[in-house]
């Protein structure tokens, strides 16, 4: 069972808007930034997010993060097919003192 | 550009042991910290180790503390975790991060490497 909970899976029309959303507790989410990465089929993570709402250079302005209190979110608009996915958020743990994940969130495009 | 090359990863018995190396380049390596990501395969992420860009503080997770020693070198640019008292668990492909900043905790993981296969069976 992962310390931040996110739904197994979403699933949208192409060039419509999904969000997928992150929650925690006080000890991560509420009290330090949160990063978003995407997993293609088979490969390595690639950071989306960071610090709540930052794109790194080069990841496409259809992707969009958030946060609220204890929760946080990821918005994609545009949907395409090459946004199929897994997308996971993490956060730093001070009661842990160490980073803590999502149980990731399974992307369809339909 | 940044480029993490793991290597170390095989087959090994419970109760063994591995070393996990990991080549870093593109980067000024003592800027940054670094961290060991896991995954078994079809499954989540999991965050095993951290260290700073120093070198003055490491941090691991509850499941591998004890048995698992992350350290660097810096005349190689190298990143490496000893991992001891292997259990079946423990089998899952090993990702080197590089942090965004210089301490663990403080920005969280940039760039990764491809991940290296290791598996605990008898």
């Known amino acids: 069972q992962s310390v931040l909970t996110q739904p197994p899976s979403v699933s949208e029309a192409p060039r419509q808007r999904v969000t997928i959303s992150c929650s925690g507790s006080?000890?991560?989410?509420?009290?330090?930034?949160v990063n978003w990465y995407q997993q293609l089929p088979g490969k390595a993570p690639k950071l989306l997010i960071h610090?709540?709402?930052l794109l790194p250079s080069g990841v496409s302005d259809r992707f969009s993060g958030s946060k609220s209190g204890t929760s946080a979110s990821l918005a994609i608009s545009g949907l395409q097919s090459e946004d199929e996915a897994d997308y996971y958020c993490?956060?730093?743990?001070?009661?842990?003192?160490?980073?803590?994940f999502g149980g990731g969130t399974k992307l369809t495009v339909l | 550009e940044v480029q993490l090359l793991e290597s170390g990863g095989g087959l090994v018995q419970p109760g063994g042991s591995l070393r996990l190396s990991c080549a870093a380049s593109?980067?000024?390596?003592?800027?940054?910290?670094m961290n060991w990501v896991r995954q078994v395969p079809g499954k989540g992420l999991e965050w095993v180790s951290g260290?700073?860009?120093?070198?003055?503080?490491?941090y691991y997770a509850d499941s591998v503390k004890g048995r698992f020693t992350i350290s660097r070198d810096y005349s190689k640019n190298t990143l490496h975790l000893e991992m001891n008292s292997l259990r079946a668990e423990d089998t899952a492909i090993y990702y080197c991060?590089?942090?965004?900043?210089?301490?663990?905790?403080?920005?969280?993981?940039?760039?990764w490497g491809q991940g290296t296969l290791v598996t605990v069976s008898s």
């Open positions: 593109g980067f000024t390596f003592n800027s940054y910290a």
């Open positions: 260290i700073s860009g120093s070198g003055g503080s490491t």
């Open positions: 991060a590089k942090d965004l900043s210089g301490v663990v905790g403080a920005s969280g993981v940039g760039s």
């Open positions: 993490a956060a730093w743990d001070d009661s842990l003192s160490g980073w803590v």
């Open positions: 610090y709540d709402d």
């Open positions: 006080t000890s991560n989410i509420g009290n330090n930034a």
